[in-house]
């Protein structure tokens, strides 16, 4: 069976870090995902999806991150329930990160360094080994010329 999720999307708030009994960091969040298509209205409609991850990527994610972040989550989906304080079961589903990515650059996330536990400095230091160049080569807005035959879809 394959139980797998790859999501793209913003905090809807600031994560919530908390630890176990066992003194195992938890971090909960809200990731907003885009859908693919737009309303009657133009609008793209967003899914609001409530994701956890545990030990240290938790709290990097709550030390790093914050509400507005864009974030990559590449987990599981994973039901629980519990019994609320009025007797009633209540049924959880959420995505268990198994890693996370810090999307947003570095100027518009300050404190970051891009990525949660994948040496984010290396781009740095090949970056001053090999002199400045555009971190993004199609950020230059001019057209790009290319024919349909070319695309391999």
Known sequence: MLNRVVLVGRLTRDPELRY????????????AVNRPFTNNEGERAADFVNCVVWRKPAENVANYL??????????RIQTRSYDNNEGRRVFVTEVVA????????????????GSQGN???????????FG????????????IDISDDD???
């Open 66 to 75: 914050k509400k507005g972040s864009l974030a990559g989550i590449d987990g």
């Open 20 to 31: 176990t009994p066992n003194g195992v960091a938890v971090t909960n969040f809200t990731l």
């Open 119 to 129: 040496g984010g400095n290396k781009q740095q230091s090949n970056q001053q080994q």
């Open 151 to 153: 695309l391999p879809f």
């Open 98 to 113: 198994d890693s996370v990515q810090f999307l947003d650059t570095r100027t518009s996330n300050s404190g970051g360094n």
């Open 132 to 143: 400045g160049f555009n971190e993004d080569p199609f950020n230059d807005s001019a057209p």
